[in-house]
């Protein structure tokens, strides 16, 4: 049971850089989203999606983009890295919208930006 | 807005303590409740649910009760192991059912 899958489990950008997170569920789940977790607040919604081609923002979705092409797949890009986006990043999937099912989360993305 | 309240940790106590994390809301409506579990290393978990006043969530010998007169929802365990320790967050789900989050509480159990 592969679950939610993220890559890669660690990364070090420098400022300005860009690069793509990746997210694939094998559960045949419609909803899809992306979460930031730093100390002492949790975890906060970057993005989210109920279905292959529809995309929502969450709460914290500036300098973040997301596109979702297939129900497997959910990537996250980052456009131009800044110091701010350091964090662990989460992605998560259910059969249906996060509240209505239990959230099935990955391992998780270390991103350090310079 | 929505928003969920966890007590501060970390949460220190020796193996087979009893434990309760509290865990506060304030939410219109009538939200579904959650607690979830992150294992070091790992993505966060569900533990257990309730989706009316006075339900109860059991799991692995965890218990939360919905009380809506308190608007809580606190984490209890009669006692603890060594394999507890981990960090545990309070959800809920608002009227668009999105989850909103507690800061999350850190739990450590000494053997």
């Known amino acids: 049971n592969a679950g939610v899958t993220q890559t890669p489990k660690f990364q070090v950008l420098k400022t300005g850089q860009s690069m793509t997170l990746q997210c694939a569920q094998d559960?045949?789940?419609?909803?899809m989203s992306w979460y930031r977790q730093d100390p002492g607040m949790g975890l906060r919604l970057i993005h989210y999606?109920?279905?292959?081609?529809?995309?929502d923002q969450g709460e914290v979705p500036n300098g973040y983009n997301v596109s979702r092409s297939t129900t497997e797949d959910f990537p996250l890009r980052l456009l131009s890295a800044a110091p701010s986006q350091t964090s662990v990043y989460f992605c998560?999937?259910?059969?249906?919208?996060?509240?209505?099912?239990?959230?099935?989360f990955g391992n998780g993305t270390r991103l350090t930006v310079t | 807005g929505d928003s969920v309240t966890q007590m501060e940790g970390p949460v220190t106590l020796s193996e087979e303590a009893f434990l309760t994390i509290n865990c506060t809301y304030t939410?219109?409506?009538?939200?579904?409740l959650f607690w979830y579990v992150q294992y070091p290393g790992e993505g966060l978990q569900l533990l257990l649910k309730a989706t009316k006043a006075d339900d109860k969530g059991s799991n692995k010998g965890f218990e939360a009760t919905y009380r809506k007169e308190t608007t809580s929802f606190h984490l209890e365990k009669g006692s603890v192991q060594v394999s507890d320790s981990a960090v545990y967050f309070c959800a809920l789900s608002d009227s668009n059912y999105q989850l909103i989050w507690g800061a999350g509480t850190k739990l450590i159990i000494k053997p």
């Open positions: 939410a219109t409506g009538y939200p579904s």
């Open positions: 998560a999937s259910s059969s249906r919208t996060g509240g209505n099912s239990p959230l099935h």
């Open positions: 559960m045949n789940h419609e909803y």
């Open positions: 999606s109920v279905g292959a081609g529809i995309t």
